[in-house]
């Protein structure tokens, strides 16, 4: 259940009027890790930052704000994993009250972003199994760049 009075994300895009500058973070959300990537909106360009261990509500939590708070995002974007044909699977809701509990907990704005094949590309670009969830994140990320208007 989403967190009570925390505003929904976006889905599915970049926001109309995506700020111009500053730094966004994206998360491929999972039950047992969490695929955190860095980018910004000047270069449009996603990079690999990070895997965190997704053990606790608390250490997730820490985890996710000492990165916020050591890169400043002015924006968030999280992975919707969604099935081929689109419909939603059990880790759908995870990954969406994740999302909300991202915008409620640190008042960013979040935007969720199709994910899927984003675990198979990662793997195609080289990444080993068990260490592929930065670059998943990466390409979510990438993806939501590529989406904004020039």
Do not use: C
């Not at 995002?73 to 969604?82: A, C, F, I, S, Y």
């Not at 409620?104 to 199709?114: E, M, Q």
């Not at 094949?117 to 260490?131: E, H, N």
């Amino acid at each position: 259940m989403p967190d009570p009075g925390a505003a929904s994300p976006r889905e599915q895009g970049p926001a109309t009027a995506a700020p111009t500058d500053g730094t966004v973070l994206a998360f491929d959300y999972g039950e047992r890790k969490i695929g955190v990537a860095l980018g910004n909106f000047v270069t449009r360009q996603a990079r690999p930052l990070t895997i965190l261990p997704n053990v606790t509500v608390d250490g997730r939590f820490r985890d996710v704000g000492a990165l916020i708070a050591e890169w400043a995002p002015v924006h968030l974007v999280v992975g919707l994993p969604l099935d081929k044909e689109g419909g939603e699977q059990p880790v759908t809701r995870l990954a969406r009250r994740f999302s909300n509990q991202l915008n409620g907990r640190f008042g960013l704005p979040v935007t969720l972003v199709d994910e899927r094949y984003s675990s198979r590309l990662a793997q195609m670009a080289g990444g080993k199994p068990g260490q592929l969830d930065d670059e998943a994140a990466r390409i979510i990320l990438q993806q939501f760049f590529d989406q904004l208007p020039l």
